[in-house]
Nanobody, 125 residues
Framework: QVHLVESGGGSVQAGGSLRLSCAAS????????MAWFRQTPGKERERVAS????????YYADSVKGRFTISQDNAKNTAYLQMNSLKPEDGTIYYC??????????????????WGQGTQVTVSS
């Protein structure tokens, strides 16, 4: 069992920045995946970025590449999502997800066991 606590959501104007945090506690291991998803209207939650602790391999969706950066503090079991140059279309609910069953980070939300409750990001124009 893993418990995830998210923070950092809020409201900003277009072009602004936010940093989301996801702290994991409980039955964590030395190697696992931490990922950020967001809820696109009319679609299932989709992966925005992920990082694998066993080597630090990262993934970014094309829509955020170059603007968002995922990082991890392994000692604190915490992942961060630095969101720069925010656009109105980035405004939605962001979720942190964790899984320790894979040797890498899966793309589908169905392959993540543990989820945070979500944090709201609002970007005004």
């Amino acid at each position: 069992q893993v418990h995830l606590v998210e923070s950092g959501g809020g409201s900003v104007q277009a072009g602004g920045s936010l940093r989301l945090s996801c702290a994991a506690s409980g039955d964590t291991e030395s190697t696992y995946c931490m990922a950020w998803f967001r809820q696109t209207p009319g679609k299932e939650r989709e992966r925005v970025a992920s990082i694998y602790t066993g080597g630090g391999a990262t993934y970014y969706a094309d829509s955020v590449k170059g603007r968002f950066t995922i990082s991890q503090d392994n000692a604190k079991n915490t992942a961060y999502l630095q969101m720069n140059s925010l656009k109105p279309e980035d405004g939605t609910i962001y979720y942190c997800a964790v899984d320790n069953r894979w040797e890498g980070c899966p793309s589908s939300r169905l392959n993540y066991r543990y989820w945070g409750q979500g944090t709201q990001v609002t970007v005004s124009s």
